[in-house]
Nanobody, 120 residues
Framework: QVQLVESGGGLVQPGGSLRLSCAASGSIWSINEMGWYRQSSGKERELVAE???????NYVDSVKGRFTISRDNEKNAVYLAMSALKSEDTAVYYCKGQFILYNGYTVTTWGQGTLVTVSS
């Protein structure tokens, strides 16, 4: 009912920047929160940043001051601007959103993930 498509991952050197994008499509009436999670090898998936319908954002401590989450309600999209990247930021990044559909149902959807590799 809702599909999320991520883009923007890739290989970047330490200290570099990347911008991830996530676009939602489907019978979306409104969007509650959207967020970015990541999972690196051998670790559990963790919340990186989330942005609520109010526009307020929360970040995991390890990315505060380096990552910025934003959303475009017109495009049903969420972005993650990442700077000062470190090797420990290497992970598969997943977009997640909670959506209210035109039929009144609330659904939570995950994207397929995009790989970010920080390496020299």
């Amino acid at each position: 009912q809702v599909q999320l498509v991520e883009s923007g991952g890739g290989l970047v050197q330490p200290g570099g920047s990347l911008r991830l994008s996530c676009a939602a499509s489907g019978s979306i009436w409104s969007i509650n929160e959207m967020g970015w999670y990541r999972q690196s090898s051998g670790k559990e998936r963790e919340l990186v940043a989330e942005i609520l319908s109010s526009g307020s954002a929360n970040y995991v401590d390890s990315v505060k001051g380096r990552f910025t989450i934003s959303r475009d309600n017109e495009k049903n999209a969420v972005y993650l601007a990442m700077s000062a990247l470190k090797s420990e930021d290497t992970a598969v990044y997943y977009c997640k959103g909670q959506f209210i559909l035109y039929n009144g149902y609330t659904v939570t959807t995950w994207g397929q993930g995009t790989l970010v590799t920080v390496s020299s």
